[in-house]
């Protein structure tokens, strides 16, 4: 167990819909970080957030959006879903500097 | 850009034997590398990481890795592999300055153990 939480583990919701994740880091740590992995793309870093402020981007799409509040749960936000975007989300969470700790994901499919 | 490429995406190996994972990389300054396994419906739990110094890195599991800098390469050994190292394997470098978790993943390689 990383300590790192993340719900719901499995989502499945229709194409254009908007669904949340949730990402609670391990205790301390300030930096979240969500990835994503997909067969067709693989382990692909979206966003980072520290303590409450957006810290580095990845690969995002303009449909995707996060945040990180004050208790420094975070959350990412999915909308006008489609189907590629069917994939696992992961969260990790970390001390500034260093080792991250990844959650056990969240799988999400559209159909 | 930086890029990680492990060229092997699946290997079966016979519980007992040596393994080695081949992981090659580009980046433009000292790369911090790391590699990540992932067991079936698990996260990532993080093996070893590189970052300067001994080139030679002892991770968990008894796992090891050695960086060669003159072949862009992070390989990740075992000298003895168990039935319960069958898993995805991802060797990743880290891409923001100092920081360890914008990573950039290679693709991974999947493990099987044969019996």
């Known amino acids: 167990d990383s300590g790192v939480t993340q719900t719901p583990k499995h989502l499945i919701t229709a194409t254009g819909q908007r669904v949340t994740l949730r990402c609670s880091p391990r205790?301390?740590?300030?930096?979240v970080y969500w990835y994503q992995q997909s067969l067709d793309q693989g382990l692909q870093f979206l966003i980072q957030y520290y303590n409450g402020e957006e810290r580095a981007k990845g690969n995002i799409l303009e449909r995707f959006s996060a945040q990180q509040f004050p208790d420094l749960h975070s959350e990412l936000n999915l909308s006008s879903l489609e189907l590629g975007d069917s994939a696992l989300y992961f969260c990790?969470?970390?001390?500034?500097?260093?080792?991250?700790?990844f959650g056990e994901g969240s799988w999400l499919t559209v159909v | 850009a930086q890029s990680v490429t492990q060229p092997d995406i699946h290997i079966t190996v016979s519980e007992g034997a040596s393994l080695e994972l081949r992981c090659n990389y580009s980046y433009g300054a000292t790369p911090y590398l790391f590699w990540y396994v992932q067991s079936p419906g698990q996260g990532l739990q993080l093996l070893l990481k590189y970052f300067s110094g001994d080139t030679l890195v002892q991770g968990i599991k008894g796992f090891e890795a050695e960086f060669k800098r003159s072949q862009s390469s992070f390989n990740l050994r075992k000298p003895s592999v168990h039935w319960s190292d069958a898993a995805e394997y991802f060797c990743?470098?880290?891409?923001?300055?100092?920081?360890?978790?914008?990573?950039?993943f290679g693709k991974g390689t999947k493990l099987s153990v044969k019996p």
């Open positions: 990743a470098v880290g891409a923001g300055g100092g920081s360890q978790g914008n990573l950039i």
């Open positions: 205790s301390g740590d300030l930096s």
């Open positions: 990790a969470s970390s001390v500034v500097g260093n080792t991250i700790y």
